[in-house]
């Protein structure tokens, strides 16, 4: 191989106008967002539509719409806000999740609604029930019914990769014909291998009847650690589309990561001879707002995103990349959007220069914005001597209206005893002019906080899991707390981050508190993809 074929510049289309494009489809928030520890309310999904958009995305799979009323307000929201990039809600081949879907997107510029069902022998025989021709009709009504209500329709055929090809290019072919332009053959147990899907996508575009005029696309889970590897091989035999996820989450082992797929295609361009829309340079700040969102670290070894990607810590590699940075450096860390050099800064620093580093790291505030933002930073510049980029992005992020109430935190004071038990005293105050002061005991002091901060606003918190970490370096770093309680019949998640991590701690259970408190009466109710009247959408 020619070392000099891998060189990749910033920005998209490296391989020249003449390369077919390979569409990228989005499903954080669908696929991704369904998976345990990665909900997002909607203020959060709203945040990272916008920054999907501004990434470059094609298609961004917003949600499920007939899921909850939560989903249906979260896919409409980004429909009417979102400019280019075309929204698309799930639906199965069911009148009432189509129709939800058609209503959640009414307000886009460009709409899509992915209908799909099970076509594998083992989901026909044992999740759906239905035969061979009972699962052909209900494809074709079903994309019949979306493609009246929205401008272009998708079909998956669930689990396509165990089931039979002739019977899949039959439903394929029925689809095509009742109207779906694109068609995903998803790997949904994330069970296949690169030949064999590459067999498949092949295979479908000799056989399916009108192939010629539809996308084909490639949707892989990662099982067995292939998810990438199978996406890349779909898109070697044809698949125009691929869908994934950033920092590949996604149901259980996760699907193929978006970052990944996209910086393969750039890096070995004169290999793949694709390109696609995506700004590489947003793909780093991109994973870093997924991860401040959901609370949910990547991996150190992560590729592409994770802290040692471009890390180079042997001896004779930084001997050879002092020489020729060739020599061990396949892409450059600028290509992805890590900042460099990594800026610090402290109490003597602008608005400029806060403003230009926000910038850098993909927060673009308004003036409002800024101005509460400065003001925390100078707060925290006051405590602490270097101010990292995950200090300013917990800033950042801290002016999400979850940090703004309707309650605050007016006093907080903690004691631990000897033998483990702890004490802690809130005084709390809501938009509305009521105070609220309470004291309890603990487990130690997380939990006499929780405890003090339930009693003062009248809600049952059930603590299901505390995480803490650090968001920057030194000793004096802020702590970022996930708290995840149960209220009713439903998890919650929040986050909060102080140099304390008790105060941080406080802060994610009053964020909880809060999205509780805003929820109108009918997203407080439990209404989930589990409660669904079907199963869950995968096996
Ligand atoms: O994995 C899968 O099969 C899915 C479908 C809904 C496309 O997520
Ligand atoms: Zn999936």
């Not at 945040?47 to 979260?74: C, H, K, N, T, Y």
């Not at 361009?269 to 870093?288: C, E, M, N, Q, Y």
């Amino acid at each position: 191989m020619n070392p000099e074929s891998t060189k990749t510049t910033a920005g998209p289309g490296s391989v020249g106008a003449a390369a077919e494009r390979v569409r990228i489809f989005d499903t954080t928030l669908r696929d991704g967002e369904q998976a345990p520890g990665f909900s997002m309310d909607r203020r959060a999904k709203l945040r990272m539509a916008q920054a999907l958009e501004a990434l470059g995305v094609d298609i961004l799979e917003a949600g499920f719409p007939q899921a909850s009323p939560d989903d249906f307000a979260a896919v409409a929201e980004i429909a009417r806000t979102l400019k280019n990039t075309t929204v698309c809600g799930l639906a199965r081949c069911q009148a009432g999740d189509i129709d939800a879907a058609g209503r959640a997107l009414e307000t886009a510029r460009h709409s899509r609604i992915h209908v799909f069902l099970s076509t594998s022998p083992l989901h026909r025989e044992h999740k759906l029930g239905m035969s061979k021709a009972q699962v052909l009709d209900a494809a074709v009504a079903g994309v019949e019914q979306a493609r009246g209500l929205c401008h272009e329709v998708e079909f998956s055929a669930e689990d396509a990769l165990r089931t039979e090809p002739e019977f899949l290019a039959e439903v394929f072919s029925a689809a095509v014909a009742a109207g779906a332009t694109t068609l995903n053959a998803p790997d949904t147990v994330g069970y296949t291998t690169p030949s064999e899907i590459v067999e498949l996508f092949s295979w479908l575009r000799q056989h399916v009847r009108g192939a010629e005029q539809v996308i084909f696309s490639c949707h892989c889970h990662d099982d067995l650690g292939m998810a990438v590897a199978n996406s890349l091989a779909a898109i070697s035999a044809g698949a125009r589309q691929v869908e994934c996820t950033i920092n590949g989450i996604g149901e259980r082992a996760g699907n193929a990561a978006l970052e990944e797929v996209v910086m393969a295609l750039k890096v070995r361009a004169a290999h793949f001879g694709v390109d696609t829309r995506i700004d590489t340079r947003k793909l780093h700040p991109t994973s870093r707002l997924l991860t401040q969102l959901t609370g949910q670290v990547v991996q150190r070894n992560k590729a592409i995103v994770g802290d040692n990607a471009f890390a180079h810590e042997a001896g004779i590699h930084q001997h050879g990349m002092l020489k020729h940075r060739g020599t061990y450096e396949i892409m450059r860390p600028q290509d992805v959007g890590i900042a460099e050099p990594r800026l610090v800064l402290g109490k003597h620093s602008g608005r400029a220069a806060l403003r230009q580093r926000l910038q850098t790291l993909g927060h673009v505030p308004d003036d409002a914005g800024m101005d509460a933002i400065f003001a925390r930073f100078k707060t925290l510049a006051d405590k602490k001597r270097a101010i990292h980029d995950e200090d300013l992005e917990a800033i950042a992020l801290g002016q999400d209206p979850d940090a703004a109430g309707p309650w605050r935190i007016v006093q907080l004071n903690t004691a631990t005893h000897l033998g483990g038990s702890a004490s802690a005293s809130v005084k709390l105050a809501h938009t509305d002019g009521r105070e609220a002061s309470e004291a309890s005991i603990g487990d130690g002091p997380v939990d006499a906080v929780l405890r003090a901060i339930e009693r003062a606003t009248g809600n049952d918190l059930e603590l299901t899991d505390f995480q803490v970490r650090s968001v920057s370096e030194g000793g004096d770093a802020q702590g970022q707390a996930q708290l995840t309680v149960r209220h009713g019949e439903r998890e919650w998640t929040g986050h909060g981050v102080s140099t304390d991590i008790v105060e941080a701690a406080a802060l994610a259970a009053l964020a909880i508190v809060n999205r509780i408190e805003r929820q109108p009466p009918a997203g407080r109710r439990p209404a989930t993809l589990a409660t669904l009247a079907t199963p869950r959408i995968h096996p």
